[in-house]
């Protein structure tokens, strides 16, 4: 009989590959990791990218990543599941289908465009998230471009309001690409007033940093972490991975995330 050292909660990753190891599936496995979690991994799309930027986007087949995911729903206990970049609407309804079977919390980051500005979907996949995604996601992690192009709502209170209306049980609203002196994040959630998390904006930019914030935040909901600590710490760490990030490429810095004090 195994005993308790060769088990680790398993979280379910769905979501795109970079071949810079910056953001996407290793930027999941990595975090997922570090918090002592085995992640399981179905890549939606592959890339053609780099610290600079995205030239192509190759989406799966619906068929055969159906059955990845379904493989991996035979044989392991998934504690939870983070979805970042999808890249088609026949993948969303394959991911739709496959999680309204499990009941385990999910967080989704919709990776709508890169940081260098490459979008990842249209208005078709944004709406097919809303319709057929948001009402199984535990805790959606938009930055303030991506929940306005979603809900098409300028004021971002609105925003988050509109997703728990359409759903969400919860918002993690990340305000990275606001021009703030701060980095000001706001969690939002139907059974408790607003909470907001106040960060020292790092000189620079960061290539991955949602895909860290909601892996970890993934991870430690795997662990049996309630969802305001768990998105609590996550923002602690991907802070401290940004803070000790690393400059790999000629373009955008990368979270460090086996970073030591």
Not at 101 to 123: R, Y
């Amino acid at each position: 009989m195994m005993n308790s050292n060769t088990q680790k909660p398993v979280v379910l990753v769905i979501a795109g590959h970079d071949p810079s190891g910056g953001a996407g599936i290793q930027a999941d496995i990595e975090t997922i990791a570090n918090a002592e979690c085995h992640a399981a991994t179905v890549i939606t799309s592959l890339t053609a990218q780099n610290t600079k930027e995205v030239a192509d986007i190759i989406p799966q087949k619906a068929e055969t990543f159906q059955k990845q995911i379904r493989l991996i729903k035979d044989d392991m206990k998934i504690s939870a599941c983070k979805i970042g970049m999808i890249g088609s609407i026949e993948l969303i309804d394959v991911i739709a289908k496959e999680l309204s079977t499990l009941d385990i919390p999910v967080v989704l980051d919709p990776v709508l465009a890169s940081s260098s500005g490459q979008a990842f979907a249209d208005e078709k996949i944004n709406q097919k998230i809303l319709s057929s995604l948001l009402p199984l996601i535990t805790v959606i992690t938009p930055n303030a471009d991506e929940i306005r192009s979603l809900t098409r709502a300028t004021d971002l209170k609105e925003a988050a309001k509109k997703l728990l209306l359409l759903g969400a049980k919860s918002v993690l609203l990340t305000g990275a690409d606001e021009a703030t002196e701060n980095v000001n994040n706001t969690f939002y959630s139907s059974e408790c007033e607003a909470a907001e998390y106040h960060w020292q904006r790092l000189d620079g930019t960061y290539h991955g940093s949602g895909c860290t914030l909601s892996s970890r935040i993934a991870a430690l909901l795997a662990l049996g972490e309630n969802l305001k600590t768990s998105i609590e710490k996550a923002q602690a760490y991907t802070w401290n991975t940004l803070e000790h990030g690393l400059k790999l490429g000629q373009g955008q810095a990368q979270p460090n995330r086996f970073f030591k004090e």
